[in-house]
């Protein structure tokens, strides 16, 4: 069984387009995180929402919107998608965001390519 | 910025050695992990260790923390052309935020 999966794996797009990438975890956990990985393989944390709620909100640009409609899912809509947004997106788990020792399971990644 | 960088970039050895790999970090944390990401797939984590610890093992895995230095190694012994990936460390420094470093790639030749 997949624990934390995504949607879709590859997206291809032209600039000014909105898409949106799906991910699901099944692990039960309570907290989940969307990171970007750009072309040198720089991770870098985006979002992370706690039981529905937003708790982390790095310098991302607004057109990025996360919406979390269950603790089981989180969803990321990109408007207005620019060259600088291609790269690799993974959505991940954990079990509690007490900021105490915990593991992040990671999805398989979904690759957004902007022409 | 970056908290934690690994050292080195990449590392190329032969089946049966084995591999080291450092990283270093900036400020006080709460703990380190090291993730591991074959290519074209998801990071998956392999070994946290807590700041209060000096030394973690599993399997063939060994990871040190040295919080006087700010670094942390990980040691993969008898390696195998499996272990061929990008070896991530990540610190865990503000809350439950985990920053990563910028990766080390490890070549196992067969």
């Known amino acids: 069984d997949t624990a934390v999966s995504q949607t879709p794996k590859y997206l291809v797009t032209q600039m000014g387009n909105d898409k949106s990438i799906k ?45 979390s409609p269950d603790k089981a899912h989180l969803n990321l809509h990109i ?5 600088g947004d291609s790269a690799v997106y993974f959505c991940a788990s954990s079990q509690d965001s007490s900021g105490s020792a915990y593991e992040q399971y990671f999805g398989p990644g979904t690759r957004l390519t902007v022409t | 910025s970056q908290q934690g960088e690994e050292d080195p970039q990449a590392l190329s050895i ?55 230095k700010k670094s942390s190694s990980l040691l993969i012994t008898a390696s195998r052309a499996a272990d061929t990936a990008s070896y991530f460390c990540a610190t865990v420094y503000y809350g439950n935020k985990l920053v990563f470093g910028a990766g080390t790639i490890l070549r196992v030749k067969s």
């Open chain 1, 23 to 67: 991910c699901e975890q099944n692990l039960g956990h309570d907290t989940m995180y969307w990171y970007k990985q750009d072309s040198k393989k720089f991770l870098k944390i985006m979002f992370s929402y706690n039981n529905k709620e937003l708790i982390i909100n790095e310098t991302v640009p607004n057109r990025f919107s996360p919406k």
């Open chain 1, 79 to 83: 408007n207005s998608l620019e060259l």
């Open chain 2, 14 to 68: 032969q089946e049966g050695e084995n591999a080291t790999m450092n990283c270093s970090y900036k400020t006080s944390i709460n703990n380190l992990q090291w993730y591991r990401q074959n290519s074209g797939r998801g990071l998956v984590h392999l070994i946290l260790i807590r700041s209060n610890e000096r030394e973690k093992h599993s399997g063939r895995l060994r990871v040190t923390l040295d919080t006087s």
